[in-house]
């Protein structure tokens, strides 16, 4: 009937299920409770130091209350009478050891820190035990606490947990609730022993190692085998022996229990790396949240300003290169808009208006909605986590944003265009025309007014040459001016629109860097820690 | 039975005063989660139940039989012991642990009044069916038995160590109950940590205790005797009567005759002597009593720290609201709020001489409806009151979002914050879904608002009139921009960038309404949103303080104060009675 050892769960992939578990501790910890990282440390390192000695040996420990009956049950079993047996409650204060041969079991012992050894020469020992260190713990239930503290020390160490109990104490709170029902991830190194079952008859003795199955099954230890025997009489030793036995020739208690070990840290962190509710894909920040908050920072770097600014100048220089020339000199009187904004300056800040509250709003709002959305589902720890990394970066935005925006490479809005040069040649010579005909009429005027012989003046149609060219050159004047003004609008919303491109280009950029990339990294490092979480368990 | 009302235990005071206290512990009320508050609420439960099991009772009728407990871990053979005691099995004893589940009660037939009735422990249910059958679990099993001397009545009580909890409980409520425990043990057990840590409880309050020790091989009786001597010696308990059972096996359930004779003997023996009765039931109640003050302190204690985590969360969720409120106000009061599409919507409206249009004539209201749906999309002047709208909205709406934020991360870092949270399901961590209508509105109310504002201003006779005149739409821009214009709050490249045009706006209302009433109205209009504005983030914060229990703190000093006044009383009333 022996479940002991009996599952034989992945024992092999044990270094693999380590370093699974390694790297689950490395993505999560501060995410997951201090205590859970530090459990799992300390069975990584447990692991460590037990695979490296004797891992073929089967530490088995007796535990239980005090007068179960553990020290008769260790000397019945090593043919001994190392333990003392007392009547005086609690007996057995220190833990000893007896050992196997072929023994060379002083490190293993020396590392579960038991003094007292003993070792059982090689003529006397059963074959079938060799290999088995059996240990004599102190009881964990009598007043004495140092007591206590030993037997939970080397419960927590030894390979397989044989409990002893009495018909008296087998359905102890300080037995069920303290330890078995916390050891239901290492129900396949766990074996109870119903001791001084010649205390009882045959019925009651069956009839009490039911109800005990009965509380094994309510701990989560329906699997863990019950022998019910007497160290006094040796009723029920034999079986024990062969229980023992062969779990020794299997070598695997060792592995086990560190499995279980993993076991039972796994589902600890399990628990606080939850699978994403509602089943929602991970992972992914919306196109949606994305956009807005690719806006919502453009905004706050002030594009709109910029571009309008840049709209403006380019206007600017269009009317003041192309315009008619007797009055674009108005134009120059104002300033360019855009230079008003120290956008060139590359070390300083620029003159932008910081964000209003408005736009800050905006900002907030739109991380938070990118937080929303990657943490929708995500356990609580790991969602703040998620929403620490994208706001730690919150104060740095205004200045990444302004150096976005000043390091950007801005047209030279006042760099006059090949074309603007040709309409302005041609007002030159439209002006040269209408002066032209200007001296032209003046010359003439002046002949009339010396009442000299009237010169001979060509005629175009009803009007005079002269007037011709004046009113000619003027009117074309103007009307070029209006066509490239019109022109020039274009050309200003079009470089407007670049402008805005490139410098949105560049907001993007810092919202990858500043809020999309981190609330990402801690994504992957979520995924990262299930993923090798389902790798551990 | 003659000691009554002149026994000095029952002195006239102390049963109203012990009235008075039981009362105030139904008023002990703890509700938030904090660490020990676990604790606190079982002491008050325990504290009511031995007033109402036990102190009461025996107050008011002191002569009552004495009530021996038979106490100890499952397994120990309390029923076997009981049965013997009696000689006849009136308790079911098993092999299966734990055995007794529901109390039994024998007394002699004398006596039976006095148990039948709700008198002690009136919380169980009495239950008189067939003796030996297990009772059901909760209820408490009368059996008269000739063998019970009168003046004294044996209860068989669960165990205090099996996995049952229920037991577990019961047995305490018992114990607590008991004018004398009988702590039965065995050779196996009698170092167990359980008992012990009861034993130095009742140890503490100098409760009557006799110590039977079960189940001793014979050549263990004297060395085990004497060790389990020398624990109670040391644990103060060294005047308890201890009697050893040698292991003498069981037959038909019962223990051999003589072995249970010394504890049968001592027993009849304080039945018969009502003086030693007395002494039994002072000590215990005396002992009962002076634990009270004491008792009393730790619940204070427990509805201190409860009054002082709900002020301190009330005052981490009032922080990150106070800061928003202040972030609101910070940009109403500096112009800020201007810039950006605000900024742009105005320079519309005062670069193109919009505003001038848009209240210099009738017409140009017309024109405006005409143009707008030409154009296809409204007006600026409605424009910009949009713009204001969602701005202020925007900024109001993330600022709740961000101290909703801030509140639910403070108050999970605060004792019995994270339970509150939790009890008040998901959504705590965002601003309210009515918040953004409600801003919505309080941005359209205020707007409504102004004009009356205008009116009250009383600008002159003739300003009022003539803004008036422009109508709602423009009466309302007029202040509105004053409200936002005249704070000169925006760098001097942002007044370049509007080349100057909210300066010129700023002339032009003056102009129209006068220097002063501009800026006095501009004031009022100012302060009169930001308190619609705080009063909205304020209802946003009650989300969170509604939850703290309201009045948790003075409820809390009232009862402890009255807790603490009783106790006190108790403890005079006992001083005078000695
Ligand atoms: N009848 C009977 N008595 C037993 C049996 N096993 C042990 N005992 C007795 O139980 C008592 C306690 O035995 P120990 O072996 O000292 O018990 P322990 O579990 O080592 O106790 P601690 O060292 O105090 O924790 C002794 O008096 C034993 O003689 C058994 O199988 N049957
Ligand atoms: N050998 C022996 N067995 C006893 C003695 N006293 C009790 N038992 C047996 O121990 C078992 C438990 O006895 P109970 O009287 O039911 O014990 P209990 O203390 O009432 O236990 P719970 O009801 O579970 O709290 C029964 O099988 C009894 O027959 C004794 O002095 N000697
Ligand atoms: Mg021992
Ligand atoms: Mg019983």
Request: with cysteine; hydrophobic share 45%.
């Amino acid at each position: 009937m022996s479940g002991l050892l009996a599952t034989r769960r992945r024992t092999r992939e044990l270094p693999e299920r380590l370093s699974a578990l390694d790297a689950v501790v490395t993505a999560a910890e501060g995410r997951v409770r201090p205590e859970l990282v530090d459990a799992a440390r300390g069975v990584l390192e447990q692991a460590g130091q037990r695979m490296r000695l004797s891992p073929g040996s089967t530490v088995v420990a007796l535990a239980g209350g005090t007068g179960s009956g553990k020290s008769s049950l260790f000397n019945a079993l090593s043919g001994s009478a190392l333990s003392t047996v007392g009547v005086r409650r609690p007996t057995t204060s220190d833990t000893h050891a007896c050992v196997w041969p072929p023994a060379d079991a002083g490190p293993l012992l020396d590392w579960l820190g038991v003094a007292r050894r003993h070792v059982v020469p090689e003529a006397e020992a059963d074959p079938a035990l060799h290999g088995l260190v059996l240990l004599d713990l102190p009881d964990y239930d009598s007043t004495e606490a140092r007591h206590r503290r030993e037997a939970e020390r080397l419960v927590g160490m030894v390979d397989i947990l044989v409990w002893v109990v009495d018909p008296q104490k087998y359905a102890d709170a300080a037995l069920h609730e303290r330890y078995l029902s916390r050891l239901r991830a290492h129900r396949a190194v766990t074996l109870l022993v119903l001791n001084q079952a010649d205390l009882l008859t045959p019925d009651a003795v069956e009839a009490c190692v039911a109800d005990l199955h009965r509380l094994l099954k309510a701990d989560g230890l329906g699997a863990a085998p019950v022998l019910a025997l007497s160290a006094r009489t040796g009723a029920g030793l034999p079986e024990l022996r062969g229980v023992l036995s062969a779990a020794v020739a299997k070598r695997a208690a060792a592995t086990e229990r560190l499995s279980a070990d993993v076991d039972a840290v796994v589902d600890r962190l399990a628990g606080e790396l939850a699978e994403p509710a509602d089943g929602q894909a991970l992972g992914t920040v919306g196109r949606k949240e994305r956009a807005r908050l690719r806006e919502a920072l453009a905004l706050a770097a002030g594009v709109p300003v910029i571009e309008d600014a840049v709209r403006r100048a380019s206007l600017a220089r269009t009317v003041a290169a192309t315009g008619w020339p007797f009055t674009r000199w108005i134009g120059r009187l104002r300033r360019d808009p855009l230079r008003r904004l120290h956008l060139e300056a590359p070390a300083g800040r620029s003159s932008l208006p910081p964000p209003s509250p408005v736009a800050r709003a905006g900002v907030y709002g739109a991380v938070r909605g990118v937080v929303d959305a990657a943490s929708h589902g995500l356990p609580e720890p790991w969602a703040r986590a998620v929403a620490s990394a994208a706001q730690s970066s919150e104060a740095d935005l205004d200045d990444a944003l302004d150096s976005a925006v000043t390091s950007a490479d801005l047209p030279d809005t006042r760099r006059v265009r090949l074309w603007e040069r040709g309409v302005r040649l041609l007002q030159l010579a439209l002006a040269a025309v209408a002066l032209a005909g200007v001296a032209w009429l003046c010359a003439l005027f002046v002949v009339a007014w010396a009442q000299l012989p009237d010169p001979p003046t060509p005629d175009v149609g009803p009007l005079a040459l002269p007037t011709v060219l004046l009113l000619g050159g003027a009117l074309l004047g103007l009307a070029v001016a209006g066509l490239s003004r019109v022109v020039g609008r274009a050309a200003a919303r079009r470089a407007a629109r670049r402008v805005g491109a490139e410098l949105r280009r560049r907001v993007d950029d810092v919202a990858d860097a500043h809020v999309l990339e981190p609330v990402k990294d801690e994504l992957q490092r979520y995924v990262a820690a299930r993923e090798a979480l389902r790798r551990a368990g | 039975m003659s000691h009554s009302a002149d026994e000095p235990a029952a002195g006239g005071g102390l049963l109203p005063r012990l009235g008075a206290l039981r009362a105030a512990l139904d008023e002990v009320d703890l509700p938030l989660e904090l660490p020990g508050a676990d604790a606190v609420r079982a002491e008050a439960r325990a504290l009511a139940g031995q007033l109402d099991d036990y102190v009461l009772p025996r107050l008011r009728s002191i002569e009552a039989p004495l009530l021996v407990v038979v106490g100890g871990s499952t397994g120990a053979g309390k029923s076997t012991l009981l049965n013997s005691l009696v000689r006849a099995r009136v308790s079911a004893s098993g092999v299966l642990r734990p055995t007794t589940r529901a109390p039994v009660l024998a007394h002699a037939p004398a006596d039976a009044a006095w148990f039948t009735g709700p008198r002690v422990l009136p919380g169980l249910p009495r239950e008189t069916g067939q003796p030996g059958s297990p009772g059901s679990p909760g209820s408490l099993a009368l059996v008269a038995s000739p063998a019970v001397p009168a003046g004294l009545a044996l209860l068989d009580a669960p165990d205090i160590d099996s996995v049952v909890s229920a037991n577990r409980e019961l047995a305490a409520q018992l114990l607590a109950a008991a004018d004398l425990w009988v702590f039965v043990t065995t050779a196996a057990r009698y170092a167990d940590a359980v008992p012990w840590s009861l034993l130095r409880e009742a140890s503490g309050r100098s409760a009557a205790v006799a110590v039977v020790l079960d189940r001793v091989p014979p050549e263990a009786q004297q060395e085990v005797a004497e060790h389990l001597a020398a624990m109670l010696r040391d644990e103060g308990l060294g005047d308890a009567p201890l009697f050893v059972i040698a292991e003498g096996g069981v037959h038909d359930g019962l223990l051999d005759e003589d072995a249970v004779a010394p504890v049968r003997g001592w027993l009849h023996e304080l039945a018969g002597d009502a003086a030693a009765r007395a002494a039994v039931v002072r000590r215990t109640l005396h002992g009962a009593l002076a634990a009270y003050p004491e008792r009393v302190g730790r619940l204070a204690t427990g509805l201190a720290a409860q009054a002082a985590a709900g002020e301190a969360l009330q005052a981490a969720a009032a922080e990150p609201y106070a800061a928003a409120t202040d972030r609101v106000d910070a940009a109403l009061e500096d112009g800020s709020l201007l810039r950006g599409e605000v900024l742009a919507r105005w320079q519309e409206i005062v670069g193109t001489g919009e505003l001038l249009r848009h209240l210099e004539s009738r017409l140009g209201r017309v024109r405006d409806r005409v143009v707008a749906a030409v154009r296809g999309r409204p007006a600026p002047g409605e424009e910009l009151t949009v713009a204001l709208e969602s701005g202020v909205e925007a900024l109001v709406l993330a600022e709740a979002d961000r101290a909703a934020e801030q509140a639910v991360a403070a108050w999970r870092a605060q004792p019995g914050g994270a339970q509150l949270l939790e009890a008040a399901g998901p959504g705590l961590g965002h601003a309210s879904a009515q918040l953004r209508p409600a801003a919505q509105r309080t941005v359209r109310e205020w707007q409504g608002g102004l004009l009356e504002l205008v009116r009250e201003e009383g600008a002159g006779r003739k300003a009022t009139a003539r803004v008036l005149s422009y109508g709602v739409n423009g009466a309302g821009l007029v202040v509105m921009v004053a409200v936002f214009a005249s704070t000169g709050g925006l760098t001097g490249g942002e007044l370049l960038v509007a080349s100057g045009t909210s300066v010129v706006g700023q002339k032009l209302l003056e102009a129209l309404l006068g220097d002063e009433a501009v800026r006095r109205l501009a004031a009022k209009a100012r302060a009169d949103l930001r308190s619609r504005l705080d009063s909205l983030l304020e209802g946003e914060r009650e989300r969170f303080t509604a939850l703290v229990p309201e009045g948790l703190g003075e409820r809390g000093a009232t009862v402890a104060e009255r807790l603490r006044g009783e106790a006190a009383a108790v403890a005079r009333e006992l001083r005078s009675a000695r």
